[in-house]
């Protein structure tokens, strides 16, 4: 028997083609599937064993955020699925003004110290332009209230400093292959420009019983709504930096995007995380995601109804009911023609994550 009409049309195509695990959980009491007690160490197989798989294609990522929004009303209701008209002038401006386009990031290999100079010497200049630019601009927002003029300054000086965390970063990658962390620290500063408040996963341990199993996570990045007296989880983001799977070869096109190409054990963790966040999502019943690889942000979003995820938390074979994962190709933020395609949405998101209503 198929799932009750809250699974999507997604959903519906990959339960065709989904073959369930013989290990599938049949009992809380004895459990035939082991999990491992952090998601961290989940492979793709402990997804399917519960029943939830990535979409067998990438969505448009205006597709992505309209499921979200749908789903969202029937959970976690929020007032506004709009941002404030001034964030579009905000966005306008960096398209308009925020031209930098660095080497797409791709291998281990650190650059030479002559192109390192040349990176920061481009970026230090970028940085000026648009400081310059944005100056003149303010005019344009003399009509607006104290408030806006705020946030435009806020703005401006988080973009600012964005580009000054990218001259260290390009600085650092002279010397040595570069950490995932560092990775991770440069997208959190990318995120702030849009009023995101980012801050590391570890800072908020989400967990998930599995019947008589309990599993924790910790996603490398997490962003929370605030100032709500209980918090909700706004999105959650996972970075890695060696990233494909063995048996595929790297496409550099996006267009050529297949993200069953990922390793299982980052498709695996970062459904696991997902899952441990359904409790506390924002966008409750589905929960909003990302998979960051080096420089690029791969959305993701995973629904799942509450009568699976009720079936999931009693450790109940689930064999007949089907959870999906959609997600979008990889946008490279430092391409300033895929950075355009997700400004809107980031504005969205930040809005929603600070808002006091």
């Known amino acids: 028997m198929m799932p009750s009409s809250s699974v999507s049309d997604s959903e519906e195509r990959n339960a065709s083609k989904f073959k369930r695990r013989k290990s ?36 448009p990522l205006y597709k992505l955020i309209d499921r979200v929004k749908q789903v969202a009303w029937r959970g976690h209701v ?39 100079v040349s990176l920061i010497a481009e970026i230090e200049e970028t940085r000026e332009k648009f400081y310059n630019h944005t100056l003149q601009a303010k005019a344009l927002l ?83 709504s605030y100032p709500r007296f209980a918090p909700a989880t706004v999105l959650i983001a996972h970075s890695e930096v060696s990233y494909f799977s063995h048996k595929k070869e790297k496409t550099e096109s996006a267009a050529d995007f297949d993200i069953h190409e990922l390793s299982p054990s980052i498709l695996g963790q970062h459904g696991g995380e997902l899952l441990a966040e359904r409790h506390s999502s924002f966008f409750t019943p589905g929960v909003l995601g990302m998979i960051c690889l080096k420089s690029t942000i791969i959305f993701t979003f995973l629904e799942i109804s509450e009568d699976h995820y009720r079936c999931v938390k009693k450790g109940l074979d689930c064999r007949e009911k089907v959870a999906s994962i959609c997600y ?22 930040g809005h929603l994550q600070s808002s006091e209503k």
């Open 24 to 59: 599938d959980l049949i009992s809380s009491d004895e459990p035939l599937y082991a999990f491992k007690e952090n998601t961290s160490r989940w492979q793709q197989a402990d997804l399917e064993a519960l029943g939830i798989i990535y979409d067998q294609n990438d969505i």
């Open 78 to 116: 929020y007032k506004s699925t709009l941002s404030p008209e001034h964030l579009s002038v905000f966005a306008n401006l960096m398209k308009e003004f925020l031209t930098l386009c660095l080497p797409f990031e791709n291998g281990p290999r650190p650059v030479t110290f002559v192109e390192a």
């Open 142 to 224: 003399d009509s607006l209230t104290k408030e806006t003029k705020r946030e435009y300054l806020l703005w401006q000086a988080r973009t600012y400093d964005f580009l000054k965390y990218l001259g260290i970063f390009q600085e650092s990658r002279s010397s040595c292959p570069l950490r995932k962390s560092q990775y991770t620290n440069l997208f959190m500063k990318f995120t702030e420009i849009f009023s995101l408040q980012p801050e590391l996963g570890g800072n908020r341990e989400a967990s998930i019983a599995i019947g008589q199993q309990k599993t924790v996570s910790s996603p490398d990045v997490r962003f929370v």
């Open 328 to 349: 979008t190709k990889p946008y490279d933020y430092w391409d300033p023609k895929d950075r355009d395609e997700i400004y809107s949405t980031l504005f969205w998101l």
